[in-house]
Nanobody, 115 residues
Framework: QVQLVESGGGLVQPGGSLRLSCAAS????????MGWYRQAPGKERELVAD???????HYADSLKGRYTISRDNAKNTVYLQMNSLKPEDTAVYYC?????????WGQGTQVTVSS
């Protein structure tokens, strides 16, 4: 059973920064990609960024330059550094792990950007 545990969410003022972490545990076959999605109230879940096993990254166009995804393969952990946060970044952020056979989601962590 694969588990994804997210941490690092919270309340931050506009212009601030947060770093999210997602650690995967359990019986994990070859990981293809790890990534982050977000879902704001009343909106569909959308891709934020993902990273594959060789370190290639992919970002939502609107977030390039403010968000940075990274990965520690030895720890099966993916990180999301979020800078210059805006109120419209408020959402539940979900971690996703994709293997050769399945995909798994974390429980989500709330990020609220407000003064």
């Amino acid at each position: 059973q694969v588990q994804l545990v997210e941490s690092g969410g919270g309340l931050v003022q506009p212009g601030g920064s947060l770093r999210l972490s997602c650690a995967a545990s359990g019986i994990i076959f070859t990981i293809k990609t790890m990534g982050w999605y977000r879902q704001a109230p009343g909106k569909e879940r959308e891709l934020v960024a993902d990273i594959n096993s060789t370190g290639n990254t992919h970002y939502a166009d609107s977030l390039k330059g403010r968000y940075t995804i990274s990965r520690d393969n030895a720890k099966n952990t993916v990180y999301l550094q979020m800078n210059s946060l805006k109120p419209e970044d408020t959402a539940v952020y979900y971690c996703k792990l994709v293997t050769a056979f399945n995909s798994y989601w974390g429980q989500g962590t709330q990020v609220t950007v407000s003064s």
